[in-house]
């Protein structure tokens, strides 16, 4: 799924992402993120899932993973920078074909293409939908499109299942969003 908004909304939310687990009891994340320290992104999901995760892992660069983990239950593993896009696929083989009902988020697409070209982000989010698709996984792709081209969002936008798309609300109040939701395929 697709996930359209602006940072820092309600999809960063314990709450908002808890609907998108299925089995929080035996439940496998694996983060590709580049925005948060691997501590704080497992934070997250716990408070989502109301426990610790089965299994966990998170992608990540050496700078980010430099945060100290802890006791927590995650595996940390780097690429130089999130350019690596070969990179993230080889760190991420391993999990996807481990876990057959891996829940996977990418936080987030626009940092992927401040570091890479459209075509190259593209074509790594296709292998990797396509991967979580045979395996039976879940995918949270989130995406915050503001001041990138309509043509790379609606490019982007074909490799998804679904779209949720969060929008300001019509009375201005920037606590208010409203959701629209489209499936593309069955």
Known sequence: MLILCPRMTVA????????????????????????????????TWCDALDSEPASAAVITTPELAEDDIGERRLTVETVVNPSNLTGIGVKSTPY???????????????????????????????????????????GLFYFDPTGLEANTVELLKTLFDA????????????????????VQRS
């Not at 779209?163 to 959701?179: G, Q």
């Open 12 to 43: 960063d939310d314990a709450e908002f992402r808890r609907h998108f687990v299925a089995d929080k009891d035996d439940t496998n994340l694996l983060g590709i993120s580049f925005s948060q320290p691997p501590s704080t992104w497992y934070d």
């Open 96 to 138: 996807l074909s481990e876990w057959s009902d891996a829940t996977v988020t990418v936080e987030s697409i626009a940092v992927l293409l401040q570091y890479a070209d459209k075509q190259s982000v593209y074509r790594f989010l296709h292998v990797l939908t396509t991967r979580l698709r045979a395996a039976g996984g879940t």
């Open 163 to 182: 779209i949720l798309e969060c929008e300001p609300a019509a009375d201005e109040d920037p606590e208010e969003f409203e959701w629209t939701v489209r």
